[in-house]
């Protein structure tokens, strides 16, 4: 599996927007990007996904760099609930391959 | 539609016994994952199905681990002869081409070998 980079953790301010990079200059032609986050005593949960284009839903926006050896996951306005860590996973690409190898992720602080 | 259940949510035993729990997935989901996590560390694969094949499995899954998926539906994941380094939580997750391939996890078993 091609591997991310992550910082370990971050913080921010509530309101503030948040955007949490990740490196992943190994990436395959056909790997999505995929962003999960996990709050405290629960398991992941998925947040987005994408592959070439800037992806937006509602909990949070996916850009990805041109050369897509790079992305940031956007949180528009950061709230006390969106304290977690958050992974970036590279996968579900040509291979067949159908599962996800998560690493260490971010821990994102959000102070009030 | 509720979500990905895992049985038990807590499970305390001594080394040496053997322990088994079970994930019932969200409802038409075909793919079925297992994966442990400790402590300060994100999720390790442990395996997964896709309907009742299981179609990958990872090292770290020993000898003493089996997992199964009778028909495809729940699945339980076995652990024989338990060491105090299998203390973890399991998590499973569930998915389906019609979600566009998002996992749904569950809120894990947590096991603590004594």
């Known amino acids: 599996d091609a591997k991310t980079t992550q910082p370990n953790s971050m913080e921010s301010n509530e309101e503030e927007p948040v955007h949490l990079p990740c490196n992943h200059s190994t990436i395959s032609g056909t790997d999505y990007i995929h962003w999960y986050r996990q709050l405290p005593s629960q398991g992941p949960e998925y947040v987005i996904h994408g592959l070439t284009s800037n992806v937006n839903n509602r909990m949070a926006s996916l850009a990805i760099a041109e050369d897509r050896k790079s992305s940031t996951l956007i949180l528009h306005r950061a709230t006390l609930r969106d304290a977690a860590v958050y992974y970036c996973?590279?996968?579900?690409?040509?291979?067949?391959?159908?599962?996800?190898?998560f690493g260490s992720g971010t821990r994102l602080q959000v102070q009030p | 539609d509720t979500g990905v259940s895992q049985d038990p949510r807590h499970k305390i035993t001594k080394r040496g016994q053997n322990v088994t729990f079970r994930c019932d997935p969200i409802?038409?989901?075909?793919?079925l994952y297992w994966y442990r996590q400790t402590l300060g560390q994100g999720p390790e694969f442990l395996t997964y199905?896709?309907?009742?094949?299981?179609?990958?499995k990872s090292r770290l899954l020993s000898d003493r681990f089996s997992a199964e998926r009778p028909k495809g539906s729940f699945s339980t994941l076995e652990i024989q002869r338990t060491e105090q380094g299998d203390s973890a939580m399991y998590l499973c997750a569930s998915t389906d081409r019609g979600t566009n391939e998002k996992l749904f996890f569950g809120s894990g078993t947590q096991l603590s070998v004594l």
């Open positions: 996973i590279l996968g579900f690409g040509d291979t067949g391959r159908r599962a996800l190898t």
């Open positions: 409802s038409e989901h075909n793919r």
């Open positions: 199905f896709q309907n009742e094949a299981q179609l990958e």
